[in-house]
């Protein structure tokens, strides 16, 4: 059964930091993984997906990496605005076609 | 013009009652999903249909029962209502099955009294 799971679970910073969110994953056969942000009371944004045999996802100030043999993923959050702050979401899509989500982590970017 | 597309996105009910959530998509997608994003924001995945046909089905009561009139569309019935039903459920939609990125709708916030 996979099991994701996301470190730290809430992280304070001050604008204009750099930071990296973690995610692990037990079982390595996946299709991918996607990592998502969440605003309170609001659905869930895609934010980068990366297929099983890449390596890593770039798009702006975000970067995605993906190791699959030791079952880890970062994303990788430059110059952090107020704006960045939500829940980020880590989801492994794996062999039984399930995205299972890690239980996330806060941001709060303080101006 | 929304992706995807839930209705109503709040739902306050009765123990007992039977309600149902709409989810419709216009990305053209094959395969479309519901989740349950329960009081600890955990998201866990109940449902998912390829092209009108039923492809996963987690452990759920079977009080809550999907409905896939086409590929656009993918509603969830839930028949009994119980307190323990109180959550947000989330509508997500992917091109196919194995690869792609799931895109999500808002969500409908169901709250059983």
């Known amino acids: 059964k996979q099991e994701v799971t996301q470190i730290p679970a809430a992280l304070s910073v001050p604008e204009g930091e750099n930071l990296v969110l973690n995610c692990s994953f037990t079982d390595s056969a996946i299709y991918n993984l996607q990592w998502f942000r969440q605003d309170p009371g609001k659905g869930l944004t895609s934010l980068l997906l990366?297929?099983?045999?890449?390596r890593e996802q770039t798009s702006g100030r975000l970067n995605a990496s993906l190791d699959k043999s030791s079952g880890r993923s970062t994303l990788y959050i430059a110059a952090s605005q107020p704006g960045d702050s939500a829940t980020y979401l880590c989801a492994v899509r794996g062999s039984n076609y399930k995205l299972t989500f890690g239980k996330g982590t806060l941001l709060t970017v303080n101006p | 013009d929304t992706a995807v597309s839930q209705t109503p996105k709040y739902l306050v009910t009765q123990m007992g009652n039977d309600k149902s959530i709409k989810c419709e998509q216009n990305l053209g997608h094959d395969t479309m999903y519901w989740y349950k994003q329960d009081s600890k924001k955990f998201l866990k995945i109940m449902f998912s249909y390829n092209n009108k046909e039923l492809i996963i089905n987690e452990t759920v009561p079977n009080r809550f029962s999907p409905k896939s009139p086409d590929k656009a569309h993918l509603n969830l019935h839930i028949n009994s209502l119980e307190l323990g039903d109180s959550a947000v459920y989330f509508c997500a939609s992917s091109q196919a099955t194995s690869g792609g990125a799931q895109y999500f709708g808002a969500g409908t916030r169901l709250s059983v009294l």
């Open positions: 990366i297929q099983s045999s890449q």
